[in-house]
């Protein structure tokens, strides 16, 4: 495993993440669950990311019970706070952020957080009092960094002139060789206010492993033919010219670079110097084994080049 750090933090995260959104909110069996929280842990990955949001707090809860017992200093824990938790517990209002990291805290069976992240940017509360609650949050010792998830580059320019509040030191954006487009801005800016990249959805919901083929039938143990995993999937990501297109790049990375297509996208991911993670989510051990394989590539610009030619054509 390699490590990178976190923005302008003390922190040593690996490039392979374990993340929870589907996969630990309901969507895999528990036992299954917390095997793959215990081979990731095993196989260095020390970032364990998740929200309140996921399942309302249950894939918090099993957080909690996978990492019962296992020494707190050994990995670092990141959850969020914005979204809805019933019909009026939403939002980053002060209130909403003293009583949500409670109530993660507890289901997670900790006394901090290393990292409290902003889900997406609360219009409806101002934000100096989101930064002073999350500085508070802070200096209680509740969670030792902040950062954020999906906020426009402008709320994190006007965050980042803020005086006398904890600084954020992470941003998590979806970013893959089908989604390229934090790189347009964002990344550059946060390299320079200090912040890195906590990447999610890194292989685009599974599709980027190359298991759905043009004209199959989807395999029936996937995150897309599952009633409540698929819906979240784009319906473009399963059409068949696109999956042609993945096909084609996943010869390229077999053949020519000797490795899985989910390790090519993981390498195109932390090919860039401001991502620090990239999260995967996995249902099965063999598949965190596989995923950890790509934090040791080290490929060469003018392949992912040829990757980001033959998926042009599908992003939108």
């Known amino acids: 495993m390699k490590y990178r750090q976190l923005g302008d933090s003390d922190l040593q995260v690996s490039t392979i993440s374990l993340g929870s959104w589907l996969t630990y909110s309901g969507g895999v069996e528990k036992a299954q669950a917390i095997a793959c929280v215990r081979k990731a842990l095993d196989l260095g990955i020390n970032l364990i ?46 209130a909403q952020i003293f009583k949500q990291i409670d109530a993660s805290l507890q289901r997670l069976k900790t006394d901090y957080v290393d990292l409290y992240q902003c889900h997406r940017y609360d219009v409806d509360t101002p934000l100096v009092e989101t930064m ?10 509740k969670a030792r960094y902040i950062g954020f998830s999906e906020w426009p580059l402008d709320k994190i320019e006007l965050a980042a002139e803020l005086e006398d509040v904890a600084p954020f030191v992470s941003s998590q954006p979806q970013y893959s060789l089908l989604w390229p487009y934090p790189q347009t801005g ?17 292989l685009a919901q599974g599709v980027l ?11 029936q143990d996937s995150r897309a033919s599952d009633a409540s995993m698929g ?35 993981l390498a195109w991911v932390l090919r860039n110097e401001n991502v620090s993670s ?14 950890v394989a790509a934090a040791e590539l080290r490929l060469g610009n003018e392949i992912f080049y040829r990757a980001e030619d033959i998926l042009a054509p599908f992003r939108q």
Request: hydrophobic residues 40%; contains cysteine; glycine residues 10%.
């Open 278 to 291: 990239a999260i995967i989510g996995a249902s099965r051990p063999e598949q965190v084994a596989e995923n």
């Open 186 to 202: 964002l990344i550059q800016r946060c390299a320079e206010l200090g912040i890195t990249q906590i990447v999610w959805s890194p």
């Open 209 to 219: 492993t190359g298991k759905y083929k043009p004209g199959a039938p989807l395999p």
């Open 231 to 265: 819906s979240m999937l784009p319906k473009r990501w399963l059409e068949p010219g696109l999956l042609e297109a993945v096909q084609r790049v996943k010869l390229l990375a077999e053949e020519e670079a000797g490795v899985s297509l989910a390790q090519f996208a």
């Open 49 to 94: 990311d998740t929200a309140n949001v996921y399942g309302r707090g249950a894939a918090e809860t099993l957080l909690g019970e996978a990492l019962d017992g296992v020494d707190r200093s050994s990995y670092i824990l990141a959850t969020k706070v914005y979204g809805a938790m019933s019909d009026t517990d939403k939002g980053l209002s002060r």
């Open 132 to 141: 002073e609650a999350l500085t508070e949050v802070v200096k209680q010792g």
